[in-house]
């Protein structure tokens, strides 16, 4: 399987602030997705990161708040804007490669706080 | 609603002692379900992907097993590094096609 990286691995912000995650897969990838982790909660998908157009947005989550990049087959962007409390959480960066697995795999994550 | 529900939340073994997990799911339109196992402070780890009913998979000590309703998890004389968490998932039709909706996982904490 395909390996992923994520930048910063984690971080303390101020709440107001934005964050922008970096994810780096080695390897050209069919889709890529963000996906957040709270205490306690299963993972929920943030969004679909489109290859040269706009991400594909779940319900309850916005552009504004959470716009994404993926300027090629191997990088995507998530930032996290104007951020609160409730910002806490784990963000993943996901790929997905058609092959005989189906195969969807994670990056390590990146643990945000917010105060 | 496409919903995932896994049972129990945790679950304590001694070492050599099997058990399984169940993974419950409604889903219109399974398109295949995934189990992955994740360490603290790290992401999740695939393990198999199931796609019809009666399809098993196996690795090492883990075999998992899908019905029309659930999926289970057997895990087979358990060891102290097979402690963790394990996330069921189904892949559904979202607007972008392959979404994973993810249960809240199992712990699993295998003592000596």
């Known amino acids: 399987s395909a390996v992923i990286s994520q930048k910063p691995s984690r971080d303390i912000c101020q709440r107001g602030t934005s964050l922008t995650i970096q994810c780096q897969v080695d390897?050209?990838?069919?889709?890529m997705f963000w996906y957040r982790q709270q205490p306690g909660q299963s993972l929920t998908l943030i969004a679909t990161a489109n290859q040269g157009s706009e991400a594909t947005y779940e319900s309850g989550f916005v552009i504004d708040k959470f716009p994404i990049s993926r300027p090629n087959l191997t990088f995507s962007t998530l930032t996290v804007s104007n951020m609160s409390p409730e910002d806490s959480s784990i963000y993943l960066c996901?790929?997905?490669?058609?092959?005989?697995?189906?195969?969807?795999?994670f990056g390590p994550g990146t643990r945000l706080t917010v105060l | 609603e496409d919903q995932v529900t896994q049972s129990p939340e945790a679950l304590r073994l001694q070492e050599g002692e099997s058990s399984s997990l169940n993974c419950s799911y409604t889903?219109?339109?399974?398109?295949?379900l995934f189990w992955y196992r994740q360490d603290p402070g790290k992401g999740p780890e695939f393990l198999f992907t199931l796609y019809s009913a009666g399809e098993e998979k196996e690795k090492e000590r883990l075999k998992a097993t899908l019905t029309k309703k659930e999926s289970f998890l057997h895990i087979t004389a358990p060891k102290p590094e097979d402690s963790a968490t394990y996330l069921c998932?189904?892949?559904?039709?979202?607007?972008?096609?392959?979404?994973?909706?993810f249960g809240k996982g199992t712990t699993l904490s295998v003592s000596s």
């Open positions: 390897s050209q990838v069919t889709m």
């Open positions: 889903v219109s339109g399974l398109r295949g």
């Open positions: 996901s790929a997905h490669r058609v092959n005989s697995y189906n195969e969807q795999f």
């Open positions: 998932a189904v892949q559904a039709r979202n607007q972008a096609g392959t979404a994973l909706i």
